[in-house]
């Protein structure tokens, strides 16, 4: 969990550690970043996802500071994080970049993590590929082919194969009839 404090800890966030000339050209790039940045994100839209920073303020998520997608893979992703660190309402600790959709409620800018939900689905289908693998791999032995020559179809325990659709059903919250 993030929370909100002063922020030294990073090598990459700590103004102290970049020498005069570094700090000017690097505080340059995010001066430039900014300034590209600030005409598209000055009105934030609800329900819209951002690039950006989120910190926890108690219980709620809240948007520190967001980036554009142009921006993003057009800068390197150092300054990206020393923009975002340095633009930010609030200081986090631990910073990370992730995919934010926001919500605007009661003035308040909460915001939800995607890019945790795209991890969980990419774990989900890295066991789905792995046991497709495994049904292709047992539909190669010899008794599988003898049965898939003779019938037409492989034997029964390699049926289903395992696909996308209903990869996520462990997190059903009702059986759906």
């Known amino acids: 969990m993030t929370e909100i404090n002063n922020y030294s800890s990073n090598d990459y966030m700590d103004t102290d550690s970049y020498s005069d000339?570094?700090?000017?050209?690097?505080?340059?790039?995010?001066?430039?970043?900014?300034?590209?940045?600030?005409?598209?994100?000055k009105n934030k839209t609800d329900a819209k996802y951002y690039i950006g920073f989120a910190g926890y303020n108690r219980w709620r998520l809240i948007l520190s500071n967001a980036i554009t997608a142009k921006s993003f893979f057009k800068y390197?992703?150092?300054?990206?994080?020393?923009y975002l660190y340095e633009y930010s309402i609030f200081r986090i600790s631990n910073p990370s970049v992730d995919v934010l959709q926001l919500f605007i409620v009661k003035n308040t800018f909460t915001v939800v993590k995607k890019t945790y939900w795209i991890r969980l689905i990419q774990r989900h289908w890295k066991k789905t590929y792995k046991e497709r693998m495994n049904h292709y791999l047992k539909r190669g032995h010899p008794n599988s082919q003898r049965v898939f020559a003779m019938?037409?179809?492989?034997?029964?325990?390699?049926y289903p194969l395992p696909s996308i659709h209903g990869m996520l059903s462990a997190y059903q919250t009702e059986q759906i009839i």
């Open 21 to 41: 000339s570094d700090d000017d050209s690097s505080f340059d790039e995010i001066d430039e970043i900014y300034a590209e940045d600030y005409p598209e994100l």
């Open 76 to 82: 390197s992703y150092e300054s990206v994080m020393r």
């Open 151 to 158: 019938t037409g179809i492989y034997p029964a325990h390699l």
